[in-house]
């Protein structure tokens, strides 16, 4: 117990002596002296005292050479400290202020990668997602032949796979609220805007669904119509999909849609004889 307290009181006497250091560093060290002591923290990975003082050197040595090592430390210790925003403001910052340098290249990638990190999940705004996109894309523009390409299209797939996953997610919830219209146009948008989606077996069977219901909803006079987009949309599931686990159930709605339009056009061939006979 009592070896227990005596390290422990050594432990704070040890960060006492340290703090004062620092603090005495902050507010009366010399810049060269602050220079030493933030990088000495930045490889200790005390990011957070580093990113003081590094914060009182960016405007003090701005001329200086060291300038550019500030910079590039800096982003980075918003980076190591998850702030992801500062982190892509300030590498991006870099990457402009000194293009020439060995680090532009790795710091424009680090903005556009922060924008990544900062990608919410799908439910929520999607802002930094597209930030993220855009990013990776003038990263490969700028460098295209950097080493980092592989990845930046691997993360940029992963982006647009969200932001499909949400348009997904928003065609159903527009299905479910009987909006057929709405769904059917969300998810004709997808098969646009993502043509090589691997859901476009499940957005073909929605898609079919939708018709089908709009259809039925429908007047007669419209369900023919309506009802041949839904078969439309059927044959093309069926060509890129014969053996899909849908197509039992679609067939079925298929038969019972047949059926509805058959009956409308015995109707109306009724109707039009009828009508026929009267002019007689």
Do not use: W
């Amino acid at each position: 117990m009592k070896k227990g307290t005596s390290l422990f009181l050594l432990v704070l006497l040890v960060y006492l002596v340290t703090s004062c250091s620092f603090q005495k560093i902050l507010k009366n060290g010399e810049p060269d002296a602050k220079y030493e002591a933030a990088l000495k923290m930045y490889n200790e990975k005390d990011y957070s005292r580093a990113l003081q003082l590094f914060d009182q050197l960016m405007g003090v040595m701005r001329t200086s050479e060291k300038s550019q090592k500030i910079y590039y430390y800096y982003a980075y210790c918003y980076y190591y400290q998850k702030d992801y925003t500062l982190g892509a403001y300030y590498f991006k910052r870099f990457a402009n202020n000194f293009p020439n340098t060995r680090e532009a290249e790795e710091c424009m990638f680090m903005s556009a990668y922060c924008n990544f990190l900062n990608s919410a999940d799908y439910y929520l705004d999607q802002s930094n997602t597209y930030d993220a996109i855009k990013d990776l894309q003038l990263f490969i523009n700028t460098y295209p032949t950097s080493s980092r390409i592989p990845e930046c299209n691997d993360l940029i797939d992963k982006l647009r796979s969200k932001l499909e996953f949400k348009d997904y997610k928003i065609a159903k919830m527009y299905y479910r609220m009987d909006e057929y219209i709405a769904a059917i146009t969300c998810l004709n948008n997808i098969l646009k805007e993502y043509p090589e989606t691997a859901r476009k077996e499940d957005i073909l069977y929605l898609t079919f669904k939708s018709y089908y219901k709009y259809a039925y909803s429908s007047v007669d006079q419209k369900k023919k119509e309506r009802y041949g987009k839904a078969f439309a949309t059927l044959n093309d599931l069926v060509q890129m999909f014969p053996s899909s686990k849908y197509l039992p159930e679609l067939n079925s709605m298929k038969v019972k849609a047949q059926n509805e339009v058959d009956r409308i056009g015995a109707l109306t061939r009724k109707a039009k004889q009828t009508s026929e006979n009267t002019k007689q």
